[in-house]
DNA sequence: TTCAAAATGTCAAACGTTTATCAAAATTAT
DNA sequence: ATAATTTTGATAAACGTTTGACATTTTGAA
């Protein structure tokens, strides 16, 4: 591969000459810059990432951590993010940490070690103390991580809220949620007290059922089915679109008519199921507006390690109606 | 952030022993072996990647170029292919060239100014010329990049001949083929060309329309709305499974039943429509083997990047029956 | 004790840049 | 033509490692 000296010898300049080309400082004439960039052009250089970041430049590297990406919410989130960071010169090392520990605690040392800018945290399987001797810019995504760690979410409160809001006014009477399961700070424990404070001043009371994450469709399948049949349920809050698609499918399987029957409402509402699943009534996170947060507001701690950031930032959720509610 | 040195300081040895003990070579005993870890610990030391590499040491960065994440195939492969690199040792740097030359283009040069070892590309908007200068070892899928690059790819041919088959078998007379947009060596060529063939060998005849990736969804189903209404189609082969959710879609909407009407058989069969869709039938390819398969490549590659490998590995697809066809 | 082997240390070059300093050459203005 | 200015060059240090050559110290055994 080409280095600057092999440049420098083409265009028949200095190695100075070319460095100050490149980095544009420095007085120059047109003639030899032209020089110059047809040198780098011919031989197809490119200056040596690797290089210029050990001599202090930025590496442009952003750490990006998800659980993973073949979910399809992540799977758009990580997509906007490419993207932004992309229109921003910025590139994405992704870490699909899953949800295992060591393999975030590797990600993280990993990311230290290849000197990324900043990171951007969606999994959260590690404790405090972890990301706090990080030393690196750090925003998350919808999880408390450590005191001097922005956090970006959209409004789990609100989400919840509408949830209820909607299965009510489409008239259920009995409704059920199903989350995730339910860890001590996840988000989804506001979408869970927004949806029980409606209830409450609706007089509703509710069930609740816990599908853990990581169980797989045929399971979580079962057990909604053991769901149906056996419980007088008329409205399901799924804290997930895909599982409010479990339920549709099961619902079927049963011949309950959905929304006369059973008014089924999902969350997070992606590119995906709106335009696959439109039937679905769902609580829209602003992955756009989330990401685009995000970037902002990294961007600004590499820039300045020490700008003063809030320490929450939520975004409003948007209730999308299908025919699963009326 | 610590360095070496810092490192050499505290654990008090030479810089020299760090490194040795960091690189495991000479001869080291026990006792300093343990001091150097616990310093190392205790500053929290990350040797640093980018001079590592430029002494000489692999990068162990592998560039992953895809057209995106959001669409759940490329989500499963890359998902797949992070998975794989990460239990080698490899960290992925995700490039989502969409269908933008321009864009696949920066990257690729990214890439190279990043030194990763070797490049992993799905997505093909570039001539030959600029991948041949890339100079690193590249492994592509499904589309052909250069005389050198191998391609590693599902059998293509077969999945067309195998949708072929099922729909004629569950009784259908007049199939269509619904592709993507048809470019001169795209992959989907070859699944038309199995499936016509079968076709032929029945003296059946068929009609093709192509949708472009591009075209958004509600345009889609636009067309195959129009498409269902007009002609009397009795089966349908798409391309792609999401293709075909909307090719159902549309078909319930017009109350036409699924099988009976119309036979329907997607392609990809992705974990997501074998877990939410499962009543489609869809050719499945093998992920995981292509994945594995062009890793092994790829690590030959940069092991030895004179290696002799062919030019193409195919590896067998699989028809996955569900209740779209009988 | 003596000697070999094992364990460290010292020193320096190298990887490909960036950047500063100083000097020289080329260009422009007067 | 002279001075002032602009452009370029030469040199070197630095970034944090790795690695080799060689020297020194420690250890353990004969």
């Known amino acids: ?43 197809n250089y490119q200056p040596n990432s690797l290089a210029r970041s050990l001599k202090g430049k930025k590496t442009k590297l952003i750490g990006v951590i998800m659980p993973g990406v073949s979910n399809p919410f992540f799977g758009q989130m990580v997509q906007e993010i490419e993207d932004q960071l992309f229109k921003k010169g910025f590139k994405m ?18 990311l230290m ?3 990324v800018d900043g990171i951007i945290a969606g999994s959260h399987n590690l404790g405090i103390e972890e990301y706090q001797k990080v030393g690196l810019p750090i925003i998350s995504f919808d999880r408390y991580l ?30 059920q949620i199903i989350t995730g399961s ?18 409450e001043k609706h007089d509703l009371s509710y069930n609740l059922i816990e599908l ?20 007088k349920i008329d409205g399901i809050f799924c804290t997930d679109d895909l599982t409010a698609l479990l339920v549709k499918q099961q619902a079927q399987a049963l011949n309950l ?33 989330i990401v685009t947060m995000m970037i902002d507001l990294l961007l600004k701690r590499i820039d300045d390690p020490d700008c003063q950031l809030e320490k929450n930032y939520v975004l409003p959720v948007k209730l999308i109606t299908g025919g699963t509610t009326i």
Request: aromatic share 6%; with cysteine.
């Open 1 to 43: 591969m080409a280095t600057l000296d092999d440049i420098a010898k083409l265009a028949g300049v200095s190695a100075t000459t070319v460095s100050r080309v490149i980095n544009n400082y420095g007085s120059l004439s047109e003639k030899t810059k032209t020089k110059v960039f047809s040198a780098m052009q011919e031989l």
């Open 257 to 289: 008519q959905i929304p006369t029957d059973i008014r089924l409402v999902g969350y997070d509402g992606t590119n995906f199921i709106q335009n696959y699943h439109s039937e679905l009534t769902t609580i829209m996170q602003p992955i756009t507006d």
């Open 182 to 199: 339910n860890r001590p700070n996840s988000p989804t424990n506001s979408r869970l007290t927004g949806f029980k404070d409606v209830l």
């Open 113 to 115: 070690a290849n000197r």
């Open 146 to 175: 450590s005191d001097n760690v922005p956090i970006v979410s959209s409004d789990n409160y609100q989400g919840g809220e509408l949830a209820a809001q909607s299965l009510i006014s489409s008239g259920s009477k009995n409704p």
């Open 93 to 110: 090392i992704l870490c699909n940490a899953g949800n295992d520990a060591q393999k975030e605690k590797d990600y993280l040392r990993m």
């Open 212 to 231: 853990p994450f990581s169980s797989s469709p045929n399971i979580k399948s079962l057990k909604i089915k053991e769901l149906l049949t056996n419980k």
